[in-house]
């Protein structure tokens, strides 16, 4: 897994926009709203997402994985090495943590996003 391949992933979802923030993160949202944040230069974290409650519990627990700093209330994990996830599996929870944020969306939001406008 590399940046380049969380913003392929990332990107390849409706609607997604990407912004670099805090210096160094590549942040992934859907209507303004943050799912995934990518690390552009070295450090202790590599990639963050959202996932639900039970995905944090069980994801904690596995070697290389950790609660996100400043996100881990709001159920965001860290990968603290590029290999720490299979990639079939990142890419399943991105997709996961893309559509949480997406449901979450006011309904108006959500309605002009898949162009139901009313």
Known sequence: MTADWVRACCMSFPHVTEHVQWGNELVFKI????????????????????CTGEEFTELVERPGVAPAPYLARAHWVALESHDALPRKE???????AYDQVFAKLPKKSQRELLGKQQ
């Open 31 to 50: 209507a303004g709203k943050m799912f995934a944040a990518v690390c552009l230069e070295p450090g202790e974290v590599v990639l963050s997402f959202k």
């Open 90 to 96: 990142l890419q399943q929870l991105l997709r996961k």
